[in-house]
C-alpha cells in the first residue's frame, strides 16, 4: 500500500521505546513532513525499522541518542539510521548480513540475540525492492542507510 514513511517510523519506534528507555538512550526522529509517500508492503518495512533500531539501541553505551531521518535524492526515498555505539570492525562488514553470523562472538553473547537480524533485514529490503547500505567502523557509531524508489509503484504497474 501507500505508506508515510514518517508513520511506519513512529511506529517502529513505538515498538521499541521500553528497550530505549531502559538502556537511556533516546531515539530522535528528525520530523520531516514534505516527503512523498512509496507504495511498499507497511508491515515489513516496519519490521526492518525495528530490527535495524534494536541493533542501534543493543549496540551503543547508555546515554547516547539514535538519529532517524528521511531524505529525498532525485528519485529515492532515504532513511539513515545512525548511532554513536561500538561501530562495526572494517573486517566484520562484509559478513555483517549473513545469518548467524556476530561481531566477536563473547560481546554478542553477552547481549542477547541470534544473529539473524540483519540476514531478516536484508531479506526484506530486497523483497521490497529496496537497497540498503552501512557505514560503520569500530568505536565510531554505525549508520544504516535504506533507499527506495519513489516510482515504484509506476514501474510495477508497468
Ligand atoms: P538478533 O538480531 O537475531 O536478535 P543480533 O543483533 O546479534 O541478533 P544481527 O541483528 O543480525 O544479530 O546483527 C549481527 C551482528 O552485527 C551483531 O551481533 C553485532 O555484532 C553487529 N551489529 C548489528 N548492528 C549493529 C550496530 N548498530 N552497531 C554495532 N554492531 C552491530
Ligand atoms: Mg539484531
Redesign the pocket.
Known sequence: EWIEMDDILTSAIKKVSLKATEKKIAILLQPSHDHPMIYVDAIRLEQIMI??I???I???EPETNVDVYIQVHRNRLKVFIK?Q????PKE?IPF??ERF????KS??RA???????????KNLVELLGGEIELN?ASGE??L?TLSFSIDQKVRADK
Request: charged fraction near 20%; avoid cysteine; charge should be negative.
Open positions: 530490527n535495524l534494536e541493533n542501534a543493543r549496540y551503543s548511532d555505539g561500538m561501530g562495526i566484520d555483517i548480513f553470523y556476530r561481531v566477536e560481546r554478542s547481549s542477547g540475540g541470534t544473529g539473524l537480524g540483519l540476514a531478516i533485514v560503520s557509531g554505525t544504516f
